[in-house]
């Protein structure tokens, strides 16, 4: 039966999001059910290809990456796939009318990160545009379910907030990215001189991004405001351990949140929830 196929394709983006992200697997706990699934098939369609990029260094990369493109394209015209991810990807796609313009970005975005370059500070924003902005507006086309009015008010803070969870992501990973994958994002920057006034001027474009991302987590449907929220505020704790760490200590180790702490920011999160966003 299809529809075993189907659940099964689900369940296994849903596995593949508790591997992987402590953190997103607990904020999408806190949607609504109704949303959950769509939002474990576009995380699953994201890591899969993130995979490729990041931690298959023993196979063809560029091949492996042009494959899972192409199966995608496929995927969305024949609106079936024997792959499971993508099979609830474009199952997701298609219910919640995910622009394709969003998936082409990311899957250049992905491209990008096969070669190794000098990003200045254009292509610095067309890749933090294309491998996180546009990962939280295909999410926000779920959460808004074809309220395209809605969808246009809050997409630049969804923008601003994958942005923010995106630069945090580079300073976690900055000893990883530099030396393992040979990968510098931040534009015009020297890492052989990168100090805590280098670090302090990346830190203040975060906590910019991250107050104008909370307006827009204000007005988000009931269905997803607290899920959302849930994620910021992990977002946030791990953001402030990282300006609590001393530059010289980004580049020797990756900045973690143990999941005892993360189950404390959760517990936190809902009180503050109460007085933050519902006031």
Same mark, same amino acid.
């Given at each position: 039966?299809?529809?075993?196929f ?46 490729i ?7 063809? !990369? !560029?091949?492996?990456?042009?494959r ?11 609106k ?5 991810i993508l ?12 622009d ?10 992905m ?10 500070s ?6 933090i545009y294309g491998? @996180? ?30 942005? @923010? ?18 990968r ?18 990346i ?6 991004e991250? !107050?104008? @991302?909370?307006?827009g ?30 530059a ?24 503050r ?7």
């Amino acid at each position: 039966m299809k529809k075993l196929f189907d659940e099964l394709s689900y369940e296994v983006s849903k596995k593949t999001t508790k591997k992987y992200s402590t953190s997103f697997s607990l904020g999408i706990l806190a949607l609504k059910p109704s949303i959950r699934p769509a939002i474990y098939a576009i995380y699953g369609f994201v890591r899969l290809a993130d995979e490729i990029v990041d931690s298959f260094h023993d196979f063809d !990369k !560029k091949t492996l990456l042009m494959r899972f493109k192409k199966e995608t394209q496929v995927a969305l015209y024949e609106k079936i796939s024997l792959n499971p991810i993508l099979q609830s990807f474009q199952d997701t796609v298609h219910k919640y009318q995910i622009d394709y313009s969003l998936i082409n970005q990311f899957l250049h975005s992905m491209e990008m990160d096969l070669e190794k370059m000098d990003y200045n500070s254009d292509l610095y924003k067309e890749y933090i545009y294309g491998s @996180a902005e546009v990962v939280g507006l295909m999410c926000l086309q779920v959460f808004t379910n074809g309220n395209k009015e809605k969808y246009e008010e809050l997409k630049p803070s969804a923008m601003k907030l994958g942005s @923010a969870f995106q630069k945090v992501n580079f300073l976690r990973d900055l000893n990883e990215d530099y030396r393992t994958l040979g990968r510098t994002y931040f534009p015009n920057i020297d890492m052989n001189v990168f100090d805590n006034k280098v670090k302090k001027a990346i830190e203040n474009e975060i906590e910019i991004e991250f !107050k104008e @991302a909370l307006t827009g987590i204000k007005m988000l449907p009931a269905t997803s405001k607290f899920g959302v929220y849930l994620a910021y505020r992990y977002y946030l704790s791990l953001f402030k351990k990282i300006k609590r760490t001393a530059a010289e200590n980004i580049l020797q180790e990756r900045i973690r949140i143990p999941n005892f702490q993360k189950m404390n920011v959760m517990m936190r999160s809902y009180v503050r929830y109460k007085i933050e966003i519902l006031g």
